[in-house]
């Protein structure tokens, strides 16, 4: 612990906005963008948050980046995830939700000059027919050329995988709630 670690920082002689997908069964895409913000901080990056289908169920990270504020700024829109048990809302009532999400990433991006957009659980509200992929690509278009993207939820359409620069599949390989532990704070929510 004696020696001293000269520290050095890289940089790309390029710097270009990256469009990013975080996909798949297993537990790790949300976390996995909000680490993006976080780093994206230590650079003094803005990062701006569009969650998707949420909003009836409390989770960590819509009071945790306040403690990240003013670099980073979240959304949660939505009533919850559409279609999984419990969930109350028709499905008319959650595309509208996310009809709304929509017109609120085409406003950030028309207005907004955060460096990274997240649009988390998008995959799975393309999936779920609550935004049509052209809107989707639509708002890519939209992206200026410096900006990152990172769109996440399983279910990825092909055609984004396509489009995106850098691809992860988070696969399952064991999951707590199978041995029937509740979602923890902190980890789950
Ligand atoms: P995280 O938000 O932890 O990064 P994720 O974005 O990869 O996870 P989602 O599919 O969005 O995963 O699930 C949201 C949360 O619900 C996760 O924290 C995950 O641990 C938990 N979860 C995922 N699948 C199940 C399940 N089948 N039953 C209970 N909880 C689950
Ligand atoms: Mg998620």
């Not at 939820?153 to 988070?170: F, N, Y």
Request: aromatic share 4%.
């Amino acid at each position: 612990m004696d020696d001293q670690v000269t520290i050095s920082k890289f940089e790309p002689k390029v710097k270009r906005g990256l469009v990013v997908i975080i996909t798949g069964n297993g537990k790790g895409k949300t976390t996995s963008a909000m680490g993006m913000a976080l780093r994206g901080c230590g650079h003094g990056l803005k990062t701006t948050i569009v969650q998707f289908m949420k909003g009836d169920l409390y989770s960590g990270e819509w009071d945790g980046v306040k403690q990240l504020a003013p670099l980073v700024t979240l959304y949660h829109t939505g009533k919850g995830f559409c279609g999984i048990q419990g969930n109350p809302y028709p499905h008319a009532e959650h595309r509208r939700n996310a009809q709304d999400a929509i017109d609120l990433v085409e406003s950030i991006l028309r207005t907004d000059n955060c460096d990274t957009l997240i649009l988390d659980e998008i995959n799975n509200a393309i999936h779920l027919h609550l935004v049509d992929l052209p809107q989707v690509k639509h708002l890519l278009a939209l992206r200026p050329p410096h900006m990152h993207m990172v769109l996440t939820g399983r279910d990825a359409h092909p055609d984004l995988i396509e489009l995106a620069d850098t691809v992860s599949e988070v696969r399952e390989i064991k999951h707590a709630w199978r041995k029937d532990i509740e979602p923890q704070p902190g980890i789950d929510f």
